[in-house]
């Protein structure tokens, strides 16, 4: 399980990377945290002409505040997000779902870029970012542009990333007050691979009925999905059993055809959406409640 | 002269391991840390098909690769090595290379020798094959129907063993039973995965016509006479070098395809050649995965819940070879009634071979198997018969005062006291509590279990196993020796020898132990070491749990003899009779008169040094040998009615666990794990626990998780550790473990070895638990893994049945 051979950069900033995705051409791949890259590079499924390694570009790691939500630099790992205070405060959605990432071994190692470059439709990260309105800035030699999560991940590890794009910073607006989130997931281990993961955030009226309902799944489609039907029979209603199980029903209806393997089949995934789904939202709105008591 | 356990200084004493500093520390050698000068890497192809015929190989791109020192097919390597060698008597013939055809996917095709790995890996990208595809079996039931597609096609079947065992008047028991409990229970396919695949260095001499391997074999002196026919070289040219073992379970006995295939690159380059297994060559084609067994299994019982007889019908898939032949059968032999008076059985063995990478032993060895296969029918004989599950076990319970107790097959149970052990078990688990918890958590619609499995660990395995299922066997192999060396050097240093290499557990605590005891010295002082094979005395190695056993009493036999020695020289510079002599301390002193004494470093040194101060008819030198044979063991009968005595030194356990099971997503969460173990006198209670925890583990990964899958078309669908799931820590429970002793009355101090108990009843006591979580909605639970989506489908199909009967 050795590498094909490969030519191998350290760029140490990002004007640097840019021109050496230019320059090296469509084989060349960008290194970040390598805990998905390395495994394929192994068994020989990825054989990149050249790997531009990030990870001395200093400039991609750093958390800030902005607007109430957070700025985030693409080479942030999963275990930082777990333990960073700001993160913790203004997005525990994302704190909870990155300790779903792997082991935490690989999560010292793995990115948050990397994870929603890599765009694995079992990605937990992926489903977050959609989940909270997240938009994306990628940057080439010639410029820079942002776009929605929405628009960003296109199949299974298929990305609006065009080549000579570098994903640097990922945007996460602020949450409204009465705001609860929760993510949860069921696989066969700790570590593995989600069979279906939910992400949810809830935020309540004045009156405790739900003003929004976002619903973001991940491992049951080629890509993370919104669940926006689901979120729709939220709107307005009042947060109890019947809206979760409502909202279950919807999801599980707006399936298409969620992926089946010798860990689980379509229907079992399809299943374990809506029971995620249900205990998801009850834990999100819950939060939500206490955050305002 | 064995101690009392009262006098006991260091046997029974909970030491740490004294292997651990040198594993932590990473001083220690492992097969792939292994250099020796002017050595190449090789790496093999491996077959994309699962039966296919080779038309042509073309090598040329490969061998003109730089770096590349040579390129082997099968027919290729066939001229410098000859087949597997394979202890069946059937015609079924591997090569470590396949010749012609591939009977599984990931069997061998091509291997090559380069000067680094990654350059062995870049030219097998450029070896073309011109394959012929066959369709491939990969069900035991289409590979016995007439017409399919043979795996070997001099067999003229796929059904390679077919054959009925009875034992005693079992036609005439299951008429007499008042209930015959019936169920069709599924084993899966499971695999050893040690953490460190196989590997070797074989380092072939042309100008000596020698060999020297260093690999992490388990089996080295068996290794060479049994590998000899294969690397074309005589054994007493072959030197196996003994090397720690990263993990075993039963996976690293003879390694012959990776040393043939090291082997072969070797004689063919001149050169050392190192071939280390990748996690994909380990879990494709290690030889190591274990029975996938489909039972119709009968129990007879009585009105008053009392076992009759037993009655097996089993078809095995013993995947594309047959190396072992049926081991995995004939090993449950040793103990298919469990602890309980069974009277008679029948066992019938059909073994079909398939498109898959063969069957050969794993930790349990079929009696794993066995045990489950009980255990299912003991929960479901109480079910039926409505009978408490603790308490129909103790109706049929082996009394204490009933050993040595010759169950039907004509192995004999050495000691045993099981209703003790389920006593114990009992007061450390508190059953009345869980099952009150139980209740409480049914009303609030949460699904608590209690499981419980009794059941046996023999232990110390005989090697007629290996062929007493057959009339005329290939081989009729007696003897499983062990031996060790104790050397008292000049200054008094004690060392001890092993031959066999350590595989993973603790056989230099072990032995540290009791030539502490038997010289009165500190363990700590003792220095363990190991030899190579040239150097070796007759050893088997370790398997079906016998090192404990064995080098116990090899132990006990050479200190015996070096003390012979030592008081006959400190007879003479004492001046006194040696019968007069006592060993305290390391000090040889005359009785009662302390100041009269000499050290081991005094009569070292007099040994060595001082020959014409000796007793004259003494030799130079102090050391101790012995060659301890298995403590009990006797031929099977000609008819095999009775199979002879072959796993004597019982070890039982009784296993009691509390599980939560949610039912919506299948998911399930240990409460309570309770573990008491009997595997007689205890060495070391750490190392033991040690053993103990790891098995369970094992044997919850077998219970939720592990399966060796395979597509329809033979792909394996488990070759990475993505797919084929291994317990990890956070799957694992805390797990209480308790030892109960009860000596055996034929192996040194008593001793029984207890390496595979955990994971031989883990299994039914964690199934037991889950079907007792389910048991609101009458779920039977008749196959493992048992995954979340088969309980979350179990769950589904008993709600609907209720509402059809609703409706």
Avoid at chain 1, 26 to 39: M, N, Y
Avoid at chain 2, 718 to 728: E, G, I, K, Q
Avoid at chain 2, 753 to 777: K, Q
Wanted: with cysteine; hydrophobic share 40%.
């Amino acid at each position: 399980m050795k590498p094909a051979r490969f030519r191998y950069f350290a760029p140490h900033t990002i004007t640097e990377a840019t021109q050496l995705l230019d320059e090296q051409g469509d084989e060349a791949r960008l290194l970040a945290g390598g805990q998905s890259l390395l495994p394929l590079l192994n068994l020989r499924l990825a054989r990149p002409s050249a790997l531009i390694d990030l990870n001395e570009i200093q400039a991609l790691a750093f958390i800030h505040p902005r607007d109430g939500g957070l700025v985030l630099g693409a080479l942030t790992r999963d275990a930082t997000l777990e333990r960073d205070p700001l993160v913790a405060a203004r997005q525990p959605l994302l704190v909870e779902a990155a300790h779903y990432v792997g082991h935490p071994a690989i999560r010292h190692r793995s990115t948050l870029g990397g994870s929603l470059a890599h765009a694995d439709p079992a990605a937990e990260l992926p489903a977050v970012m959609l989940a909270l309105d997240a938009a994306f800035t990628l940057q080439s030699s010639t410029g820079s542009r942002t776009i929605a999560a929405a628009a960003f991940f296109k199949g299974p590890f298929q990305t609006a990333l065009q080549h000579g794009e570098v994903l640097t910073e990922i945007h996460l607006p602020g949450l409204p007050p009465r705001s609860g989130s929760a993510f949860l997931e069921f696989a066969r281990r700790e570590g593995d691979y989600a069979l279906a993961g939910v992400a949810a955030v809830i935020s309540l009226a004045e009156d405790g009925t739900i003003a929004q309902a976002r619903l973001a799944l991940c491992s049951v489609g080629p890509a993370p999905l919104r669940a926006a039907a689901a979120e729709t029979v939220l709107q307005g209603r009042h947060p109890d059993e019947a809206a979760w199980q409502a909202a279950a029903e919807a999801v599980v209806s707006e399936l298409k055809e969620p992926p089946s393997d010798i860990h689980g089949s379509a229907d079992y995934r399809r299943h374990l959406a809506g029971v995620l789904t249900r205990r998801a939202l009850a834990l999100a709105a819950q939060r939500a409640e206490r955050s305002h008591s | 002269m064995t101690t009392t356990v009262s006098e006991r200084a260091w046997i029974g004493k909970d030491l740490k391991r004294r292997e651990d500093p040198a594993l932590l520390m990473g001083t220690v050698t492992y097969i792939n840390d292994f250099k020796v000068a002017g050595m190449l890497h090789a790496a093999v192809l491996r077959s994309p098909y699962a039966h296919a015929r080779i038309r042509a190989i073309d090598t040329s791109a490969a061998r003109a690769l730089p770096g590349v020192q040579a390129v082997l097919t099968g027919k290729e390597a066939a001229e410098v090595i000859g087949p597997v060698p394979a202890f069946c008597a059937e015609p079924v013939v591997e090569h470590a290379i396949a010749v012609e055809k591939v009977r599984y996917a990931g069997e061998a095709v091509v291997a090559v020798a380069a000067e680094s790995r990654a350059i062995a890996e870049d030219a097998l990208d450029l070896v073309e094959i011109d394959w012929e595809p066959l369709p491939a079996v990969t069900d035991v039931l289409s590979a016995m129907q007439p017409g399919a597609p043979l795996v070997h096609e001099n067999l003229g079947t796929n059904v390679v063993y077919d054959h009925v065992f009875t034992f005693g008047d079992v036609d005439g028991d299951f008429a007499q039973a008042d209930h015959v409990i019936r169920r069709r229970l599924r084993w899966p396919r499971a695999t050893a995965a040690p953490l460190e695949p196989n590997g070797a260095v074989c380092a072939y001499d042309p100008a000596r016509g020698t060999m020297e391997i260093w690999s992490n074999t388990n089996m080295l002196n068996s290794a060479s006479w049994v590998m000899s026919s294969m690397l074309k070289i005589p054994p007493h040219k072959l030197n196996f070098y003994p090397m720690y073992t990263g993990g075993s379970f039963g996976s690293k006995h003879f390694l012959a395809k990776v040393i043939g295939i090291a082997g072969a690159l070797s004689k063919v380059t001149g050169h050392p050649v190192k071939f280390m297994e990748d996690r994909l060559d380990n879990l494709m084609a290690n030889d190591s995965q274990g029975p996938e067994r489909i039972y119709d299994a009968e129990l007879a019982v009585t009105n008053d819940g009392k076992f009759l007889s037993l009655r097996l019908q089993t078809i095995d898939d013993y995947g594309a070879y047959f190396i072992f032949a049926i081991t995995g059968n004939t090993n449950m032999m040793a103990q298919i009634t469990g602890p309980y008076t069974i009277r008679s059985v029948a066992t019938g063995i059909k073994a079909v071979l398939t498109n898959k990478n063969q069957q050969t032993v794993f930790r349990g060895a079929g009696s794993d198997v066995g045990n489950w296969v009980l255990e299912r029918l003991v929960d479901a004989a109480a079910e039926q018969l409505g009978i408490d599950r603790v308490e129909i076990r103790r109706r049929n319970f082996i009394q204490p005062d009933q050993f040595p107790y010759k169950i039907p097959t004509g192995n004999v149970y050495d000691s045993g006291n099981y209703p003790g052990v389920l006593d114990l078990a009992l007061a450390h688990f508190d059953l009345d509590a869980w099952r009150q918890e139980q209740a409480r958590a049914r009303q609030e619609g949460r699904y608590l279990g209690i499981g419980l499995a009794t059941a046996q660990q023999r232990s110390t395995y005989s090697s007629t196993e290996f062929w007493f299922h057959n009339p005329a066997p290939a081989t009729g192999l007696n003897s499983t020796p062990e031996s060790v060396r104790i050397s008292v050097g000049p200054t008094g240093g004690v060392t001890v020898t092993m031959f066999s290499p350590f595989w993973g557990n603790s056989p230099e605590t072990v032995v540290a132990q009791v030539v502490a005891e038997e010289l009165g010295i500190d363990p700590r002082d003792v220095n363990v070491t190991y030899d190579s094979t040239a150097h070796a005395l007759p050893s088997a190695g370790p398997g079906g749990s016998r090192m404990t056993v064995m080098l116990a009493g090899a132990v006990h036999g050479a200190a015996a003899r070096l003390k012979e020695k030592i008081f006959k020289i400190a007879a003479h510079m004492l001046e006194a009779s040696v019968s007069d002599l006592e060993l305290v301390g390391g000090q040889v002193r005359v009785k009662g008169v302390p100041s009269s004494s000499v050290s081991l470093a005094d009569i070292g040194m007099r040994a060595y040094w001082f020959k014409l101060d000796l007793p004259p008819e003494l030799e130079s030198g102090l050391e101790g040998t012995f060659t301890y044979d298995h403590p009990y063991t006797t031929k099977p009968h000609e008819d095999r009615k009775d199979l002879g005595v072959f796993y004597p030194i019982m070890g039982h356990a009784a296993h009691l666990v509390a599980v939560e099971v949610d039912i919506e997503t299948g998911a399930v969460l240990f409460k309570k794990y309770v573990a008491v173990h009997d595997v007689g006198t205890v060495l070391n209670p750490r190392s033991l626990q040690g053993q103990i925890r790891g098995g369970i583990a094992q044997g919850i990964g077998l219970a939720l998780l592990e399966e060796v899958r395979y597509g329809a078309d033979g792909q394996n669908l488990t070759s990475t550790f993505v797919d084929y799931l291994l317990p990890s820590a956070s799957d694992v429970p805390s797990i209480e473990v308790y030892h109960q002793e009860t000596p055996s009355p034929f192996t040194a101090y008593g001793v029984k070895g207890g390496g595979e108990g955990g994971r031989m009843v883990a299994p039914p006591a964690v199934t037991s638990a889950i079907e007792d979580a389910l048991r609101p909605f009458g779920i039977s639970i008749a196959e493992m893994p048992i995954t979340p989506e088969k309980i979350v489908r179990w769950v589904k199909e008993a709600q609907s049945r209720r509402s059809g009967q609703t409706h």
